[in-house]
C-alpha cells in the first residue's frame, strides 16, 4: 500500500515536473520558432492643424518697380514787378560797383622731394630668393603623368562647378514652386478682409418681407488709390421691380460706397490686372427672422 | 514634406487658378441691423406768415417733428440731433450740400418746403436724399387745407417709410378702442378714435349703453361692433367718414367678436344659442346667416386670412381652448396650435404669412404669433396681462392692450401698447382715458379732403 502510494507520488510529481518542463520548454523556445517580427518604423507624429475660416496668410510684400517719376518742370512765376523808383532830385547816386580785380592764377607748389627720398625711390625692392627646384631629371617621365592626371582632374571639376552654377542659375531663374500659389492666397486673404469690410458698412434693410431669401451682386470698379471709379452697378440678383428688393439692393450700394475707398485691394489687384470687384450680399446666414 | 508639396501643389494651382480667373468675388454675409441714421430739418416756408393754424414757419416745425416722431416710432430709424445739422435747409430749389449731412452719417435726408397757394390751401412738398448716393430717392407735393397738415405730416412719413423699408407705412392710420372711464363696478366704456400716434382724440358714443369689440373694415372706413342697447345686444356698423350708424342686425342670444371679411362685403362672428357657441357668417349685402361650425364646443373669435379662403378661430372642443383653421365655407377643420396653455383671439396678419393670438398660460396673458400650419411659434411680450392683439395695415406691428393690476388685487388699469413683429420697440400709445381693446383702420385715402 505504501509502496503504491510512494510510486503514485513519484509518478504523478515527475508527470508533474515533465509538464511543467515541457511548459517551459514551450514559453521559452517556441517565440525563437517563428520568425522575428518586423518592427514598425516608427510613427511619424503628424500634427493636424485646425485651419480657421478667415486665412491667416499675409501677403507677401511684391516687389514693385518704381518708376523714376518724371520731372515736371517747375512752374516758373513771373517775377513781382518791382516799381520804378524815381530819384528824386536830391537823392545821391548809388555808389558804382568797383569792378573786382581777377587774382592772379594760383600755382600750384610741386612737392619737393629730399635727394635721400629721391635715392630711395631708385631703389627697387628685391624679389624672394626663389626656393631650389625639386625638379629632377629622374622623375620627369613620373611628373608628366602625375600633371596629365591633375589637369583632368581639373577640367572635371571645373566642369562639375559650371555644371552646378548653371543649375542654380536655372534655379534662380525660376519662379518657386509656391509663388504663384501665394499671390493667390494674398488675394483670398484680400477676399476675406473685403468681406469683413463690408460687413461694418451694410446697414440691412429692416424688417424686408422674404430678406432671408435676397441676394444681391454689386459690381465696383477702382482708381489705383482704391476711390471708386465710378457708381456701382447692380449685376443680378432678383426683380428689382419689387419693393422690398428694391431697397434690399439700394442698402447693397450704399454699403460699398461707404466702405469706399479699397486701398490694399487695389493695390494687389491692379497687379493682378483686374480694376474691380463684385460683392455678393447674401443675409441669409444671419438668422433673420423673416 | 516636398513630396506632398509636389502632390498638393498641382491640384491647389488648378483650384486657385481656376478662382482668379474669374472675376474676384466677394460674399458679404454680416450685416448691422441698427436703426437706419435719417435727418428731418424744419420744413422751410417760401414766405413765413401767419395762418389760421399759426405761423407757416411753426407749422413746418411740427411736420418736421411728427415725422421725425412716426418714423422714430418704428424702431428701424434713428433721427440725428438737429444741433447737429451743419447746412441750413432753405425752400430754395437746391440739392442739399451732401458733403455737410455725411459727417453726420445720416443716410436719408428729408427736406421741405410749405407755402400758401393763392386760394388759400397749404401746399407742402418735401423730397427724400439718399445722402451716401447722393440721389433724391423721392420728391412729393401735396396740396391740403391748413388744418390738415398734420395728417399731411403722416402721409410723407408713409411715403418715407416706404421708400426706405419696402413696405407699405401705417402712420396715416387710425385706431378705434374702448374707453374706459369709472370705478370697477360702475365702468363706462365708449367708443373712441384717434391716430395711430394718439393724436386727435375723439369719442364716438357717450357712455350710455354698453360697447365691446370695434373692428375696423379692412377696405372702408367702417367700424362694427357690439352694443348692448336696452340690454339687447347688437351688431353695428358705424362710417367714420359720414358719422352714420347702422344696425347690422338683432340676434336673439349673446353675439360675440364680429369681424370683417377681406373684401368688406361679410362679417363673420360668434352667436351663442342654448349655451353652445358656433361661428356664423353674415353677407351685408343680402343680410343672410349662414353657419360654419356645428360642435358642442365653445366656437368663437373667428378671423379672414387676406384672401379670404380660410377662417382661423379658437375653440375648446378638444377639451382646452386651441387654434383652429378652417376652410371659409367651414369644412377643413384642423388644429394648429399645439403649445402648452390655451389659445385665444386669433387675428390673421394683413400679409397672410402670421395669426397673432393671445396665450394663456403660467399666470400670464401674453401676445404672440405663429405661422398659419402652427408652426414658428413666438410670444412678443411678457406683462402680467396683455389681450385683444390686433395688425397695422401693413402687417408689421401689433397693437393690444396691458391690464396693470391694482395695487389691491382687484381688477387693474388697461393701456394701449405696441410691439414691432420682431419683439423689439414695445411702447405705450398714449390715450386720455383708460383703453382696452383697440383695432387698426387701414391707410385712410389720401384724395379726401378733410375729415
Known amino acids: 500500500m505504501s509502496n503504491e502510494l510512494l510510486k503514485n507520488i513519484v509518478g504523478w510529481s515527475l508527470s508533474l515536473l515533465l509538464h511543467v518542463g515541457v511548459v517551459a520548454a514551450a514559453y521559452v523556445g517556441l517565440p525563437y520558432l517563428t520568425r522575428p517580427e518586423i518592427t514598425p518604423p516608427p510613427a511619424i507624429a503628424i500634427e493636424f492643424i485646425a485651419i480657421s475660416n478667415k486665412t491667416q496668410q499675409v501677403a507677401p510684400k511684391v516687389a514693385v518697380e518704381e518708376e523714376a517719376a518724371e520731372e515736371k518742370p517747375q512752374p516758373k512765376y513771373a517775377a513781382a514787378e518791382q ?10 547816386p548809388l555808389p ?16 619737393q622731394i629730399s635727394k635721400a627720398r629721391k635715392l630711395a625711390q631708385r631703389i627697387r625692392p628685391k624679389t624672394k630668393p626663389k626656393p631650389p627646384s625639386r625638379l629632377k631629371s629622374s622623375r620627369i617621365a613620373a611628373l608628366i603623368d602625375r600633371s596629365i592626371k591633375e589637369e583632368k582632374d581639373d577640367v572635371k571639376k571645373v566642369d562639375k562647378k559650371k555644371s552646378e552654377q548653371k543649375k542654380n542659375e536655372e534655379k534662380k531663374k525660376k519662379p518657386p514652386l509656391f509663388a504663384g500659389l501665394a499671390g493667390q492666397l494674398a488675394t483670398a486673404t484680400i477676399v476675406d478682409a473685403l468681406s469683413q469690410k463690408l460687413d461694418g458698412c451694410w446697414r440691412i434693410p429692416p424688417g424686408a418681407k422674404g430678406l432671408r431669401n435676397m441676394r444681391a451682386s454689386i459690381q465696383i470698379w ?10 456701382p452697378q447692380y449685376v443680378d440678383g432678383g426683380d428689382l421691380d419689387d419693393g422690398f428688393y428694391r431697397v434690399f439692393v439700394e442698402s447693397t450700394r450704399r454699403a460699398v460706397i461707404t466702405c469706399a475707398p479699397y486701398e490694399t485691394a487695389a493695390k494687389i489687384l491692379l497687379e493682378q490686372g483686374e480694376n474691380s470687384i463684385i460683392f455678393v450680399f447674401d443675409p441669409r446666414n444671419m438668422g433673420l427672422g423673416e | 514634406m516636398t513630396f506632398f508639396r509636389v502632390l498638393l501643389a498641382p491640384f491647389l ?4 487658378s481656376g478662382i482668379a480667373s474669374a472675376q474676384l468675388r466677394v460674399d458679404v454675409t454680416r450685416g448691422s441691423v441698427d436703426p437706419v441714421p435719417i435727418a428731418v430739418p424744419e420744413f422751410a416756408p417760401v414766405l413765413d406768415v401767419e395762418t389760421s393754424a399759426g405761423p407757416l414757419s411753426d407749422i413746418g416745425a411740427s411736420i418736421s417733428q411728427v415725422i421725425v416722431s412716426n418714423l422714430v416710432s418704428t424702431g ?13 435747409i432753405t425752400a430754395a430749389p437746391t440739392r442739399p450740400n451732401f458733403a455737410s449731412w455725411r459727417p453726420l452719417a445720416v443716410q436719408g435726408l428729408v427736406t421741405g418746403r410749405l407755402e400758401i397757394k393763392p386760394d388759400g390751401n397749404l401746399r407742402v412738398e418735401f423730397r427724400l436724399w439718399d445722402v451716401v448716393q447722393e440721389i433724391q430717392m423721392e420728391g412729393v407735393g401735396y396740396n391740403t387745407p391748413i388744418s390738415n397738415w398734420r395728417r399731411i405730416a403722416h402721409v410723407i412719413s408713409d411715403r418715407i417709410y416706404s421708400r426706405l423699408t419696402g413696405e407699405e407705412g401705417y402712420f396715416d392710420t387710425r385706431i378705434v378702442y374702448i374707453a374706459e372711464q369709472g370705478a370697477a363696478t360702475d365702468r363706462k366704456k365708449r367708443l373712441a378714435i384717434m391716430d395711430q400716434d394718439g393724436a386727435n382724440q375723439q369719442l364716438l358714443t357717450d357712455g350710455s349703453y354698453l360697447v365691446l369689440t370695434p373692428r375696423f373694415s379692412p377696405n372702408r372706413q367702417e367700424i362694427t361692433f357690439l352694443s348692448y342697447f336696452n340690454d339687447q345686444p347688437r351688431v353695428y356698423l358705424f362710417n367714420i367718414l359720414t358719422n352714420r350708424f347702422e344696425v347690422l342686425g338683432d340676434f336673439p342670444n349673446m353675439t360675440f367678436a364680429p369681424r370683417f371679411s377681406p373684401d368688406g362685403n361679410k362679417v363673420i362672428m360668434s352667436l351663442a344659442e342654448e349655451g353652445n357657441s358656433d361661428i356664423y357668417v353674415l353677407d351685408l349685402r343680402t343680410r343672410k346667416v349662414t353657419r360654419l361650425t356645428d360642435d358642442p364646443g365653445i366656437d368663437t373669435s373667428p378671423s379672414y386670412s387676406p384672401d379670404g379662403s380660410k377662417i ?9 381652448q386651441q387654434l383652429y383653421v378652417m376652410d371659409a365655407d367651414g369644412s377643413n377643420v384642423h388644429r394648429i396650435s399645439f403649445g402648452k396653455g390655451r389659445y385665444a383671439t386669433p387675428v390673421w396678419s394683413p400679409r397672410g404669412d402670421l395669426i397673432a393670438f393671445t396665450k394663456i398660460g403660467e399666470r400670464k396673458f401674453r401676445i404672440g404669433v405663429m405661422r398659419p400650419d402652427g ?11 396683455d389681450e385683444g392683439p390686433t395688425w397695422s395695415p ?24 405696441s410691439v414691432d413683429l420682431t419683439g423689439f420697440n414695445e411702447r405705450q400709445v398714449p390715450t386720455p382715458f383708460d383703453a382696452s381693446d383697440p383695432a387698426w383702420s387701414p391707410p385712410l385715402p389720401v384724395t379726401t379732403r378733410g375729415r
Do not use: C, H
Request: hydrophobic fraction near 35%.
Open chain 1, 83 to 92: 516799381p520804378e523808383a524815381t530819384a528824386p532830385d536830391d537823392a545821391v
Open chain 1, 96 to 111: 558804382v560797383k568797383a569792378e573786382k580785380e581777377k587774382p592772379a592764377p594760383k600755382v600750384k607748389p610741386k612737392p
Open chain 1, 222 to 231: 477702382f482708381r489705383p488709390d482704391g476711390t471708386l471709379l465710378r457708381q
Open chain 2, 13 to 16: 494651382i488648378l483650384i486657385v
Open chain 2, 76 to 88: 428701424l430709424f434713428r433721427a440725428v440731433d438737429e444741433n447737429a445739422f451743419i447746412e441750413k
Open chain 2, 312 to 320: 382661423v378661430f379658437n375653440s375648446d372642443r378638444g377639451g382646452s
Open chain 2, 375 to 385: 408652426r414658428g411659434e413666438r410670444l412678443l411680450t411678457d406683462a402680467y396681462q
Open chain 2, 394 to 417: 401693413n402687417g408689421r406691428v401689433l397693437m393690444y392692450f396691458r391690464t396693470t393690476r391694482f395695487q389691491n388685487g382687484s381688477g387693474g388699469k388697461p393701456s394701449l401698447w
